[in-house]
């Protein structure tokens, strides 16, 4: 009958390559894992489904992506933290910056066209210039127009007060398409909540993607 | 040899403080939304909340705080420093052939990287990049590698690789209009994935980049990336090839152990006069020379030739015959032919 005589330097050896080998199959294997479990997450549909909103100043889509270098100085440069930088799950979209009024709307301070290095958001000198979107109003969410209530509260919320919203009797907003910048701040503060009565669409020319 | 270790502590210095700078930036800026949303007191109790009262004592008590958060702005890829715009010249390249748009303002930000480079070589990736901090450690991780008794290997390609993959790069950056090596160009990629981990509490496939770059390194070739494989590198070693600061060997001191040849992270071999455009003046093999035989010069007069210099020139003294007799055959032999301690492979 042959012996196996386990030396102390044997059972060491077999320790340590045992222990570094189950280590790597472990990390390798969680990783495979999780990477083929994970389901990709999707975005809200101003990314993806409905063309997305980009900073003050930004060329037209095309363009604009040609530029970014995804630096994200202009993300940083933002006075608010409005300028949001999308993660690996928007694919080309990766690191350039995007805003959601919903959770924060463009104050514009315009800091962000100053921050930018290759010009992909342009240096503007007046609010008014920016055109970021086109706020759109939903007359049968709003609680002015559909008579459940009195709010007003997009008209004040508004940079360009009295330009870009005009209000009708009873509080009732109404989007001046020519001046309106699209920062957002209306959809912010909307009162519905889920889905709000006035939101900011991309404007159409700017729609290339 | 105390020359080495010096300047070599010097640079541990300066990586870790740009690492440092690294997470600074977001975290001024992030202090800097919630200034101005005044929401600072809603994150008391957090680690943020202190930071950011911290802050806000000492920042927020100057005249114009805005204007002081928006001189510092970015990460490596482009940064804002002191209100000077520094950008990589790998963004620039990326930039100018994805849109075939002029930026004077772009090139502007050019210049102190340019310069740097054209004087001290590919200083950036031996002193700046995180990536090779990350890849120095993993280097040193590869002697674990070998006690576990794992498989390892270290295999070699080409060094002009890496030109191949720059300009491969930017023709599909050309054409399909966006800049893709910022996805995979690891200073970039780590900038991006501190500002995702401060701001998101996630990382992103980026980080999956550096974890599979550092791997590869650990067990199948050594120092791949910053050899063979990065664009970024790519550009630098092009900048740098005729830099003016130089490692020089002195002949008569230098007594062929080949302990340069071991340390060098790039693959290059000082001991017999082959520092390529890839030198970036780390100081490893300095630090290394147990004779101080190595050392910097300042030479303009042979920019002519970029890596090699003539057998037995030691600056200030007439080479001896004798003492190049070890090198001289080595000298002439070509980059990765020659044996060394450094290509044996790892125990399979």
Known sequence: MPKTRITRRGFLATARRGTMRIGIVAAVGTTGIELATRRPRILPRETVGAPHLRPPGALAETEFLARCIRCQRCSEACSVGAIQLPGSEAGILHGTPIIRPQQKACTLCL???????????????????ARIGLAKVDKRL???HNGTGACGACYTACPLRGKAITQEMQFRPIVVEEKCVGCGQCEE????HDNKAIRVWARPREVTV | MKRGRLVVAIRRCVQLSVI?????????????????????EDLEGTWRGTVFTYLERTIGAMPDPQALLDKFVGGLWSMKLFGVSITDPLAVLEMTAASRAWHPALWISLLIPVVLTVLLGRVFCAWICPMHLLLEITNSARRLVKWAELPSWDIHFGRGNKYLVLGLGLVAVAVLGTPLMALIY????????IQAGLRLHTLTAGASVILGIALFELLISRRWWCRYVCPGGAVYSLLGAYRAV?????????????????ACEMGLRPMVDQMGAECDNC???VKACPEGALGWVVSIEDLRRPGEFAPGYAPGTAPKAEATTPTRSAASGTDITVDSPETRVGVA
């Open chain 2, 186 to 193: 690891p200073p970039a990629v780590i900038g991006r994935e």
């Open chain 2, 20 to 40: 440092a700078l690294l997470v600074v930036l977001p975290v001024l800026s992030q202090y800097g939304h919630y200034r101005a949303a005044r929401a600072i």
């Open chain 1, 111 to 129: 800091r962000c066209g100053k921050a930018c290095p290759t010009g992909a958001i342009q240096s503007l000198e007046k609010k008014d210039d």
């Open chain 2, 246 to 262: 130089r490692v020089r060997r002195a002949v008569q001191e230098c007594t062929a152990c080949a302990k340069c040849i071991t």
């Open chain 2, 283 to 285: 100081g490893d093999c």
């Open chain 1, 189 to 192: 503060v909307c009162i519905v």
């Open chain 1, 142 to 144: 709003c609680v002015s």
